[in-house]
């Protein structure tokens, strides 16, 4: 069913030009500025407005404009945390797939042991040791979520370097570097888009996740899994508070994974 | 089957030993001085190295190292800083609540993930197909935290007798195992919908239906069998990172498991609870991952005859 394949794509990557559209028109979209005080509902969030049309908080900042906003910080965040996950990855999986043997035998028990540790707990107390900040939160969702990707590139890798226009390169006297920049690289360069697109749907989690438990980027930054945590003491009077930012989240993680798994089944077929 | 048998165990081994190396490290770089946090920021000179000199900090990094290890083997994880009680007796009282939810909400993901690929593969290719995969899709996109919430706002709205949060009585369960369970159950129909698929079309299921077995008899009797297997060992596995705490879930529902120790431990950088949670999860894991070997090596003969043949 190429059919079905290709309409995933499609609206997986509607739904996420729709969001990096968002995320960069934020300041002429938001109707209020989402770290101020803009209505008087401290301690008494308001129900949906036509004023906020997805009400206030407890400190009378506007829902919608923060929801808007944290697009910015939940892409930005979401897609460089996939970019230090990914250059992490590739770089020890092509250097175990094409080296093969001692290097191989290491970076794959390395590979190993990572995967026994549990990502979330592992994030956290690296995040809480590291103080959080927009860095470390990136370098430790990329030091946590490496290792698939890894493994991927590594089994793509291996089957090209025993490829013969790549032996016959390496017969001709090509060095190391040249025969994985020229030519391991670009045939392994369509998994790794795949790849990057089912991540950041990961990376996005990881992310709201870590801002949930209070170790996200730290405020006033609006960000949508620290929304969720703030709301949640006002589940019964305001459910609307932990009900939109939540929306927005899944909305972001189901584009990129109807995108990544799109192109995936394009590609399989 | 001997010689297999021993070089998974000590693959085990060593894993576990690597990640223990990787939890001293971090541990190692937390900027808080543990006898500071024991005798409080007042404490004079003495009184720090008398504490440093009982935990053993004052002895080079090495030998704590090992010190640890083998009081590990002997199952002593050593105190927390902030409880003061040992971490293994600690995780052990915990243990329970932990396995309640891990095992229901495995149970609940395993019946509602067969069912949505058994259903999805039977009317392959229909509307129904398609529906399915849109379902399990946005059910392994939804933050878990988030759905929690919402089963929390939903339950306390429309319904009186089921518990917000805490452990008392199974109707607590409700929430927490919901919560948890959707997401695997939506990753495991579509596992099950493609290995169905693919079972299908294998010579040994076209055989039957060619002798006159109906297409679902044939997908129930035969395909089933094959498409199971690799179903139960990412059930195994996971279930396996259940038992060792969910941290998201048991925050939003106030749940006394071995999740919410290891979010506390983090949050009051109690070190040698958070290097006994890792610890503890990690071990389990391996465990899972030796059953799966096990398990695989009992029904699989080329596995089971190699060292004979």
């Known amino acids: 069913m190429k059919s079905r394949a290709n309409a995933m794509e499609l609206i997986g990557a509607t739904m996420v030009a729709s969001l990096v559209l968002v995320a960069v028109l934020a300041p002429m979209l938001a109707p209020h500025d989402p770290t101020r005080a803009v209505a008087n509902s401290f301690g008494d969030p308001w129900a949906p407005s036509w004023r906020f049309p997805l009400g206030t908080d407890a400190l009378g900042r506007d829902v919608l404009s923060r929801i808007i906003f944290g697009a910015q910080i939940s892409l930005e965040v979401g897609i460089a945390a996939m970019a230090v996950t990914m250059t992490i990855g590739v770089a020890i999986g092509l250097s175990a797939g094409f080296f093969g043997g001692t290097v191989d035998f290491v970076l794959m028990r390395f590979t190993d042991v990572m995967l026994t540790l549990p990502g979330l707990l592992l994030a956290m107390a690296l995040v809480s040791v590291l103080g959080p900040s927009l860095l470390s939160i990136l370098i430790v969702i990329g030091i946590v979520s490496w290792t698939s990707i890894a493994r991927v590139v590594r089994a793509e890798a291996l089957s090209m370097s025993q490829r013969d226009f790549v032996m016959a390169a390496r017969a001709l006297g090509a060095p190391p570097q040249r025969l994985i920049v020229q030519h391991v690289l670009p045939n392994v360069a369509p998994t790794i888009i795949v790849m990057a697109a089912l991540g950041t749907s990961g990376t996005l989690l990881l992310d709201a996740a870590l801002s949930f438990l209070g170790l996200g980027v730290p405020p006033p930054t609006p960000s949508w899994g620290r929304m969720i945590e703030e709301a949640t003491i006002y589940f019964r009077v305001a459910p609307w508070l932990a009900t939109f930012p939540g929306l927005a989240i899944f909305y972001a993680v189901l584009g990129f994974n109807l995108l990544g798994y799109g192109v995936l089944r394009r590609r399989a077929r | ?210 002798k006159g077995l109906s297409r679902t008899r044939a997908m129930i009797k035969h395909a089933m069998a094959n498409a199971l297997l690799p179903l139960v060992t990412l059930a195994g596995l996971d279930l396996a990172g259940l038992l060792s705490g969910v941290v998201l879930t048991e925050t939003v529902f106030n749940w006394p498991g071995i999740g919410r120790l290891a979010y506390e431990a983090i949050f009051s950088l109690d070190i040698p609870l958070i290097m006994g949670t890792v610890l503890f999860s990690a071990f389990l894991i391996v465990l899972a991952n030796l059953a799966v070997d096990l398990m695989y090596a009992y029904l699989d003969p080329r596995i089971r005859l190699e060292e004979i043949g």
């Open chain 2, 1 to 210: 089957m001997v010689a297999y048998l021993i070089r998974r165990v000590s693959f085990g081994a060593f894993v576990l030993l690597g990640t223990s190396l990787i939890t001293f490290a971090i541990a190692f770089m937390v900027p808080a001085d543990p006898a500071v946090a024991m005798a409080g920021a007042k404490a004079d000179p003495h009184t720090l190295a008398t504490i440093r000199h009982q935990l053993h900090l004052d002895e080079p990094l090495y030998v704590q190292y090992g010190d640890y290890l083998v009081r590990a083997l002997h199952g002593d994880l050593g105190r927390s800083y902030i409880r003061r009680e040992s971490v293994t007796r600690l995780i052990v009282s915990r243990f329970p609540a932990t396995a309640l939810l891990a095992v229901s909400a495995m149970v609940l993901s395993l019946i509602l993930g067969i069912a949505m690929g058994l259903v999805a593969a039977a009317y392959r290719d229909t509307a129904i197909d398609n529906a399915q995969l849109i379902v399990s899709l946005a059910m392994v996109s939804m933050p878990v935290f988030w759905l929690g919430t919402m089963l929390l706002i939903a339950a306390s709205a429309f319904t009186r007798g089921i518990p917000l949060g805490g452990l008392a009585g199974w109707k607590s369960l409700i929430l927490p195992t919901i919560t948890l369970a959707l997401g695997s159950a939506g990753y495991y129909s579509r596992i099950l919908h493609t290995n169905l698929s693919d079972a299908m079309e294998q010579e040994y299921v076209r055989t039957a239906i060619g």
